[in-house]
């Protein structure tokens, strides 16, 4: 088990040093790059951020992914989560009408990144995230993400507005071929001391 105290200071000082580069500033694709080189740095503290402090979902549930919050200010804003996945995982495409970064700690995530068109979604590109990369998506950007069977992935997840606020991000439901509004998170984990 890692230091809690030195992986809250850790944590603390990435957060601070993103309130400050956007304090003030409109979200811009240049911000997010700056968001995601300040949760590079912290995700190359690899031993605070192991499977053994952030265990993937109880084989029992079917859910293969589950959160913990890390760090949220008060009224929501910069949620920082750990995301950690054993077990496939495939999101449908959506947005998340606040900006996003996702940046690799232990193994790999595939981002594919859509635009929207008339029916629907059509994919333009995609980015494995691990060790040492991370995607920054503003708050229109769609994406999905695949996680594959047998190869666990710990990784971080942060968002503009903490996920419980935010209650109308949009997903592509190929089956009816409507967009349809993506349901909370269902496993959040509380993992701020
Ligand atoms: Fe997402």
């Known amino acids: 088990m890692a230091d809690k105290a030195e992986r809250n200071k850790a ?3 990435t957060v601070a040093n993103i309130r400050q580069l956007t304090d003030g500033k409109a979200i811009v694709p240049d911000l997010l790059t700056q968001i995601r080189a300040e949760l590079l740095t912290l995700a190359a503290k690899k031993d605070l951020f192991s499977f053994q402090d952030f265990p993937p979902p109880e084989k029992t549930l079917k859910r293969r992914s589950c959160l913990y919050r ?25 947005d998340h009408t606040t900006w996003a970064v996702i940046v690799g700690v232990h193994g790999q995530e595939e981002n594919r990144f859509y635009k929207r068109i008339e029916a629907g979604v059509e994919q333009y590109g995609k980015h494995v995230v691990e ?28 968002y503009g507005l903490g996920l419980e606020q935010l209650d109308g991000r949009n997903f592509w439901n190929k089956k009816k071929g409507v967009w349809e509004v993506f349901p909370a998170h269902t496993d959040i984990r509380e993992a701020r001391t």
């Open 70 to 94: 890390l760090s949220e200010d008060e009224d929501h804003g910069f949620a920082l989560y750990v995301n950690s996945a054993d077990g496939s995982v495939n999101a449908p495409p959506h």
């Open 11 to 13: 944590v603390a000082r």
């Open 131 to 158: 060790d040492g990369t991370g995607v920054a998506l503003m708050p229109d950007d769609i994406h999905t993400i695949h996680i594959e069977e047998g190869a666990p992935v710990l990784n971080f997840h942060m």
